[in-house]
């Protein structure tokens, strides 16, 4: 018998019963009535995603069995099958049978149903393996045939598409979607999109071009953008020239319909999703709403997946703060448990401060969701629920890579082992920071916001409107940081646009953290907790709370900016690291 020391593996309860910032949160946001009749799901489910439960079990083996590509069978005839785990069609079923998409649109909460649905799928995300993945697309996909369906004036066609819907919100037999936007040409600049429809004799089209990304391909369905070409070889360019399409992936027979798998990506993360680059050869599609409104329609997809990919760094950021809690207490170092060692805990601290942050956050813009879908938001609600999407996506990307990689390194270099599941969790939440756009086409989104729809004013006065009912001098000084803090974003809107841009980063994520800020006061006065307002104050009395710089000085030049960025010697002008030829004069060999 083995005698030499062996180190506790950390354990892991009730997901749901753990989450101590949730459950608080659901009990301040939701009626009590509500929450009676939902909560019981909630517990039942927190014990299925847990290490005893079937969710990981499934999960795990399909990290241990990635897609794959057959192209051809024994006979030389090509039939691109993706093969896998079924594991992952385990998942599916799940997602399906615990409603973590019909939930949204049963609509028996009204507008908490949408939260309802969101905290069962935060749950479940981490145990997954990302199965939240064609879930986020099956749910915009839903929304999209939901708003839209009846702009189709073919009753067979529209008929197709309430199908599709009834099976996409269904709990038993379900489908799932894809989402095909990216291309060659353009990646996140759809308007550079090559994929041309053409129209059949019966009202539909037949769609043809080159998908780069094109995730969950197993999917039944997919929503995909395309340029309409005219009768006589015409079309328009530009955004302004793409139409939204839906395309059902297989004819009668189970075969793709005229669809060529070219390979499967090979990923630093979600191995699990199988990601195809595929071309389409007159594939069938049917068009939803009108020609060349594809980019507008196609925003309400947007926003629910973007929240998806928040929830998924979520989901990583609790499960990395949870099995780092657990071990805390089991590893003994330096004479005692690292949970006793100061620097342990002031670590673990503030990335529980952070998370906490963005949850709160998260449930306010589901809670905004609610409202809108049930027809409940004001004017000002649609516009804020408008720049709170890409706001929550970028910044908890961007976060929730720092908490994952902290967590894994408080393990220590078992952390950094496969079979610890944190590198899972790490790669899984990288790809949150890339999907629906980046951080940086994020940032320039919000700005876009702000010029066409005036948002940056309806923010400032609802956060004015909101701090000026805060009364006492015990908030005083928070109030006074916070309102400065607004006008500091107030004097920096009025720079020139390509300073705006340029810094568009920085003056989103000071946006995020005001907005931030008041929901955590606002949430400690109602609970009237002194751990709560600490956490608040965390927040509010960071130094990195406006992160605009002074773009008066030289240091921040646009022009300083690029002669960095790009190597430019300031003499000559000339590029160092740029083109086929080194400044020796030899060629520069491809990477």
């Not at 030499?4 to 753990?18: A, I, T």
């Not at 369906?149 to 099976?167: C, F, G, H, I």
């Not at 998370?355 to 449930?363: E, R």
């Given at each position: 018998?083995?005698?030499?020391?062996?180190?506790?593996?950390?354990h892991?309860?009730?997901?749901?019963?753990e989450?101590?910032?949730?459950?608080?949160?659901?009990?301040?946001?939701?009626?009590?009535?509500?929450?009676?009749e939902?909560?019981?799901?909630?517990?039942?489910f927190?014990?299925?995603?847990?290490?005893?439960?079937d969710?990981?079990?499934?999960?795990?083996?399909?990290?241990?069995?990635?897609?794959?590509?057959?192209?051809?069978?024994?006979?030389?005839r090509?039939?691109?099958?993706?093969?896998?785990?079924?594991?992952?069609?385990?998942?599916?079923?799940?997602?399906?049978?615990?409603?973590?998409?019909?939930?949204?649109?049963?609509?028996?909460?009204?507008?908490y149903?949408?939260?309802?649905?969101?905290?069962?799928?935060?749950?479940?995300s981490?145990?997954s393996?990302?199965?939240?993945?064609p879930?986020?697309?099956?749910?915009?996909?839903?929304?999209v045939?939901?708003?839209?369906s009846?702009?189709?004036?073919?009753?067979?066609?529209?008929?197709?598409?309430?199908?599709?819907?009834?099976?996409?919100?269904?709990?038993?037999?379900?489908?799932?979607?894809?989402?095909?936007?990216?291309?060659?040409t353009?990646?996140?600049?759809?308007?550079?999109?090559?994929?041309?429809?053409?129209?059949?004799?019966?009202?539909s089209?037949?769609?043809?071009?080159y998908?780069?990304?094109t995730?969950?391909t197993?999917?039944?369905?997919?929503?995909t953008?395309?340029?309409?070409?005219?009768?006589?070889?015409?079309?328009r360019?530009?955004s302004?020239?793409?139409?939204?399409?839906?395309?059902?992936?297989?004819?009668?027979d189970?075969?793709?319909?005229?669809?060529t798998?070219?390979?499967?990506?090979?990923?630093?993360?979600?191995?699990?999703?199988?990601?195809?680059?595929?071309?389409?050869?007159?594939?069938?599609?049917?068009?939803?709403?009108q020609?060349?409104?594809?980019?507008k329609?196609?925003?309400?997809?947007?926003?629910?997946?973007?929240l998806?990919?928040?929830?998924g760094?979520?989901?990583?950021?609790?499960?990395g703060?949870?099995?780092v809690?657990?071990?805390?207490?089991?590893?003994?170092a330096?004479?005692?448990?690292?949970?006793?060692?100061?620097?342990?805990?002031?670590?673990?601290?503030?990335?529980?401060?952070?998370f906490?942050?963005?949850l709160?956050?998260y449930?306010?813009?589901?809670?905004?969701?609610?409202k809108?879908?049930n027809?409940?938001?004001?004017?000002e609600?649609?516009?804020?629920?408008?720049?709170?999407?890409?706001?929550?996506?970028m910044?908890?990307?961007?976060?929730?890579?720092?908490?994952?990689?902290?967590?894994?390194?408080?393990?220590?270099?078992?952390?950094?082992m496969?079979?610890?599941?944190?590198?899972?969790l790490?790669?899984?939440?990288?790809?949150?920071?890339?999907?629906?756009g980046?951080?940086?086409?994020?940032?320039?989104?919000?700005?876009?916001?702000?010029?066409?729809?005036?948002?940056?004013?309806?923010y400032?006065?609802?956060?004015?409107?909101?701090?000026?009912?805060?009364?006492?001098n015990?908030?005083?000084?928070?109030?006074?940081?916070?309102?400065n803090?607004?006008?500091?974003i107030?004097?920096?809107?009025?720079?020139?646009r390509?300073?705006?841009e340029a810094?568009?980063?920085?003056?989103?994520f000071?946006?995020?953290?005001?907005?931030i800020?008041?929901?955590?006061?606002?949430?400690?006065?109602?609970?009237?907790?002194g751990?709560?307002?600490?956490?608040?104050?965390?927040?509010?009395?960071?130094?990195?709370?406006?992160?605009?710089?002074?773009?008066?000085d030289d240091?921040?030049?646009?022009?300083v900016n690029?002669?960095?960025?790009?190597?430019?010697?300031?003499?000559?002008?000339?590029?160092r690291?740029v083109?086929?030829?080194?400044?020796?004069?030899?060629?520069?060999?491809?990477?």
């Amino acid at each position: 018998m083995e005698t030499r020391f062996q180190q506790e593996e950390p354990h892991l309860g009730n997901q749901y019963l753990e989450d101590t910032t949730l459950l608080e949160l659901l009990r301040a946001r939701i009626p009590n009535e509500i929450l009676n009749e939902i909560e019981e799901d909630l517990v039942r489910f927190g014990e299925r995603v847990a290490p005893g439960g079937d969710i990981l079990a499934f999960a795990r083996s399909t990290t241990s069995n990635p897609p794959r590509l057959i192209q051809r069978n024994a006979w030389g005839r090509r039939i691109d099958d993706i093969i896998v785990d079924n594991g992952w069609d385990q998942l599916k079923k799940i997602g399906a049978s615990e409603g973590l998409i019909s939930i949204g649109y049963e609509r028996n909460y009204g507008e908490y149903s949408r939260l309802y649905q969101f905290v069962k799928l935060y749950l479940f995300s981490s145990s997954s393996n990302v199965v939240d993945c064609p879930l986020a697309m099956s749910d915009g996909a839903s929304r999209v045939l939901e708003l839209y369906s009846d702009t189709v004036q073919d009753p067979k066609l529209r008929e197709e598409l309430n199908y599709a819907y009834t099976k996409l919100t269904s709990r038993t037999d379900s489908w799932t979607s894809g989402q095909w936007m990216t291309e060659k040409t353009g990646g996140s600049d759809v308007s550079r999109t090559e994929t041309i429809a053409t129209l059949n004799d019966d009202g539909s089209y037949a769609l043809s071009g080159y998908k780069y990304f094109t995730s969950a391909t197993k999917s039944n369905i997919a929503i995909t953008l395309a340029r309409i070409i005219n009768p006589d070889g015409s079309f328009r360019h530009g955004s302004r020239g793409l139409s939204l399409f839906f395309i059902k992936l297989r004819d009668e027979d189970g075969n793709l319909d005229q669809i060529t798998v070219h390979k499967l990506k090979e990923k630093l993360g979600t191995r699990s999703v199988p990601t195809a680059e595929l071309e389409m050869h007159e594939t069938r599609g049917i068009l939803i709403g009108q020609p060349g409104q594809g980019i507008k329609l196609i925003t309400s997809m947007l926003n629910i997946t973007r929240l998806y990919c928040s929830m998924g760094c979520l989901s990583g950021c609790r499960r990395g703060i949870a099995v780092v809690r657990d071990y805390s207490a089991r590893r003994f170092a330096s004479g005692k448990y690292i949970s006793e060692h100061p620097l342990h805990l002031t670590t673990l601290s503030t990335l529980e401060i952070t998370f906490k942050g963005i949850l709160h956050f998260y449930v306010d813009v589901l809670l905004l969701l609610g409202k809108v879908e049930n027809k409940l938001a004001t004017s000002e609600e649609h516009v804020l629920f408008r720049v709170f999407c890409p706001l929550l996506k970028m910044f908890s990307a961007k976060k929730g890579i720092e908490i994952t990689s902290e967590c894994l390194e408080s393990l220590g270099g078992t952390g950094y082992m496969e079979d610890s599941d944190m590198p899972r969790l790490l790669r899984d939440i990288q790809v949150n920071a890339i999907w629906e756009g980046t951080t940086n086409v994020m940032s320039l989104d919000v700005l876009r916001s702000i010029f066409r729809n005036n948002s940056l004013d309806i923010y400032l006065k609802h956060i004015r409107k909101r701090l000026s009912v805060i009364k006492g001098n015990s908030y005083k000084e928070d109030v006074d940081i916070l309102t400065n803090a607004l006008y500091a974003i107030e004097q920096f809107s009025q720079q020139k646009r390509a300073v705006l841009e340029a810094y568009s980063r920085s003056f989103s994520f000071s946006l995020t953290n005001i907005y931030i800020s008041l929901l955590l006061l606002e949430h400690s006065i109602l609970r009237r907790n002194g751990i709560d307002l600490a956490v608040a104050r965390r927040w509010i009395r960071n130094p990195q709370l406006v992160e605009i710089p002074n773009v008066g000085d030289d240091y921040y030049g646009l022009a300083v900016n690029k002669y960095i960025a790009m190597d430019i010697d300031i003499n000559t002008r000339k590029y160092r690291g740029v083109g086929n030829i080194d400044p020796m004069g030899n060629t520069r060999a491809k990477y």
